[in-house]
């Protein structure tokens, strides 16, 4: 697969459209009066290329060589990921677990979606995270696409190569027995305060057949924030799972 | 993948907004499952969505109705979404009954989306929780523009984009409806809910007395 970055040419006219597209505020206009891209900024998310309809075609496509090209597999919604055949940047999650029987009962998945709302983040501050989570015992999801980024999955190091880079989104994924949620709570928590982005963070449980949710009550009992709205697998998913 | 699930707001701005998703599972059911991603969509269609889109194509307000309808695939994940529990409830009821044998997954309200569940004869079977936002919250945008950019997931909708929106209403270059519209289709997925997003541009701008 190629992979693609974004690129203003001499074309560009300084009609300042592009400008507000940008979800990482990288475009700006310079003093030749033309829309230039910050690169550090930029996570190759094409939202530019594909959305501010420039009027002279001067965003143009350029090949992308790593790692650099990190940047666009975290950033494009809508390209597959090769090994697990789902778009985006993450799994399938719950989504499916009325048919895969991905999460029992009795544990509970973690999406850690970093750099969200509409950041974005170093991969060294991701590597912080994925390290201290490590340290207490936490498996990532090996069909993630961060998890592909690790040069070692037991301490959550990632390669070296990748570490410079920013990227738009990326979720360390994983999921722990439901006795361990506090432990892991306090590492996020704690490791929340060290990094310079912010992260977005989900939990997936199976419901109990009586309707009940147990880490729900945990968290009433504990006084642990959690949004009114989320998202219901509503179980309709055939073969069904066994539980 | 967690794009509908952090959408902030109030309860009451909230209650009008169910995105729904319908998904295969790779490697299980997922082959030959393209024209039954289709039949999906169509069901969606007859039940009044303000937007809906297939991850693997694009949205509706970029795409088209054709586009989208015409290139499913095996690992589709369509989207559709509903302003009221009625038009909900009746699209979840026909899915229920096509019995395509794709999972399906309701985002919104707890509240509001369990009682529609059992009125057709359905229970919560999983869940996907919010914990919220935590880190450096300085560096979010002001949360009324939050309540708009978090209805794309990916946040491929900017925050400019929507300072650019109310600046051009303000100066009568553009209408609310159109505003909406041009924000919802860089929200590649079809989740984007430009009427929700109409309610609170207009509430932006009475705040700011536009």
Known sequence: MVLYGMLITDLCVGCTRCVPYCPSG????????????????????SVCYNNANCPVNAIQLEELEWPRSVREVFATVYKEHKQTNVPGRG???????????????????????????????????????????????????????????????????????????RVHSCIPEFKIREEKFPEVLEVLQRVSKEINSVFSLGICVKVNPDGSVPIMKYLDEHNIYYRPNGKTNIGIGKPAAKF | ???????????????????????????????????????????????????????????????????????????????GVFTNKKDLEECLKELKEADLGLSVVVSGLFSEVWPTLKNIGLKPHSLNISLGVFGKKELLPEQDILDITTMCGHHCVSPLLVKKMISDIKRDKISIEEAARELAKPCVCGVFNPLRAEELLEKILKKSGG
Do not use: W
Request: net charge positive.
């Open chain 1, 26 to 45: 990288a475009i700006s206009i310079g003093k030749d009066k033309k829309a230039h891209i910050d690169r550090n900024k930029c996570v190759e998310c």
């Open chain 2, 1 to 79: 993948m967690t794009h509908t699930l952090h959408r902030s707001g109030t309860v009451e701005s909230l209650s009008i907004d169910y995105p729904i998703l319908v998904i295969a599972a790779q490697g299980i059911n997922s082959k030959d499952s393209a024209p039954k991603f289709r039949k999906a969509l169509e069901i969606i269609l007859k039940h009044n969505p303000v937007n809906f889109g297939d991850m693997r194509t694009g949205n509706y307000f970029r795409k088209g109705l054709k586009p989208i309808l015409n290139s499913t695939k095996e690992n589709s994940i369509v989207h």
């Open chain 1, 91 to 165: 799994t399938e999650e719950m989504k499916t677990n009325d048919v895969t029987g991905r999460f029992r009962p009795g544990e509970v998945g973690f999406s850690v979606d970093m750099g969200r709302p509409g950041v974005g983040v170093d991969l060294k501050d991701v590597e912080k995270l994925t390290m201290a989570l490590a340290k207490v015992g936490v498996e990532f999801e090996p069909l993630n696409p961060l998890t592909f980024l690790m040069s070692d999955k037991k301490t959550g190091k990632l390669r070296d190569d990748v570490l410079s880079e």
